[in-house]
T-cell receptor
Framework: QQPVQSPQAVILREGEDAVINCSSS?????VHWYRQKHGEAPVFLMI?????EQKGHEKISASFNEKKQQSSLYLTASQLSYSGTYFC??????????????FGTGTRLQVTL | NAGVTQTPKFRVLKTGQSMTLLCAQD?????MYWYRQDPGMGLRLIHY???????AKGEVPDGYNVSRLKKQNFLLGLESAAPSQTSVYFC?????????FGPGTRLTVT
């Protein structure tokens, strides 16, 4: 089952903040976040492992609550370059060693002037 | 390093035709994956491989076959193409964490 992402789409003015959520119905070992610009391949942002960790990447950070089986991606002081579709990919707790991700349906983010 | 490359970039097939998509990676990764991406559906795993000579089914394997005869290459075959297989196909490779994606192949089946 695909994780559920919310919101499906968001429009921001440059400098505003946004939060993208990813929720799974199964126990998770890790959550990956990727960004895909129109017509391009997805690009890795970060991995969060179980343990409630929070990581950062430039002005983009994320948290992972394994008990709630949820992860959130935080974009602060958004820039035009942040526009794109954001996907979470989840790795189940019993997936084994294949690193086989299940991706959400994506959140389309558009940053305007 | 080229990373992950895919050929061809675009292809148009008629229903019932067959074709093979080639994925190559030069990062010595053990894991390789084939995904399809359709509007509103995100990325769905077709088949994957955990090493040379191994393959396994993903979420949507029907109508596709794969082979991994060499560690660096992962082939995706469509034996008898159907309009429902019109999609963008991405290959990815991984050492067990971050996945590196190829540029994609846009396939249209008429």
């Amino acid at each position: 089952q695909q994780p559920v992402q919310s919101p499906q789409a968001v429009i921001l003015r440059e400098g505003e903040d946004a939060v993208i959520n990813c929720s799974s119905s199964k126990a998770l070992y890790s959550v990956h976040w990727y960004r895909q610009k129109h017509g391009e391949a997805p690009v890795f942002l970060m991995i969060l492992l179980k343990g409630g960790e929070q990581k950062g990447h430039e002005k983009i950070s994320a948290s992972f609550n394994e008990k709630k089986q949820q992860s959130s991606l935080y974009l602060t002081a958004s820039q035009l370059s942040y526009s794109g579709t954001y996907f979470c990919g989840t790795l189940g707790a019993n997936t084994g060693t294949a690193s086989k991700l299940t991706f959400g349906t994506g959140t389309r983010l558009q940053v305007t002037l | 390093n080229a990373g992950v490359t895919q050929t061809p970039k675009f292809r148009v097939l008629k229903t019932g035709q067959s074709m093979t998509l080639l994925c190559a990676q030069d990062m010595n990764h053990e894991y390789m994956y084939w995904y399809r991406q359709d509007p509103g559906m995100g990325l769905r795993l077709i088949h994957y491989s955990v090493g040379e000579g191994t393959t396994a089914k993903g979420e949507v394997p029907d109508g596709y076959n794969v082979s991994r005869l060499k560690k660096q290459n992962f082939l995706l075959g469509l034996e008898s193409a159907a309009p429902s297989q019109t999609s963008v196909y991405f290959c990815a490779s991984s050492a067990g964490g971050e996945q590196y994606f190829g540029p994609g192949t846009r396939l249209t089946v008429t």
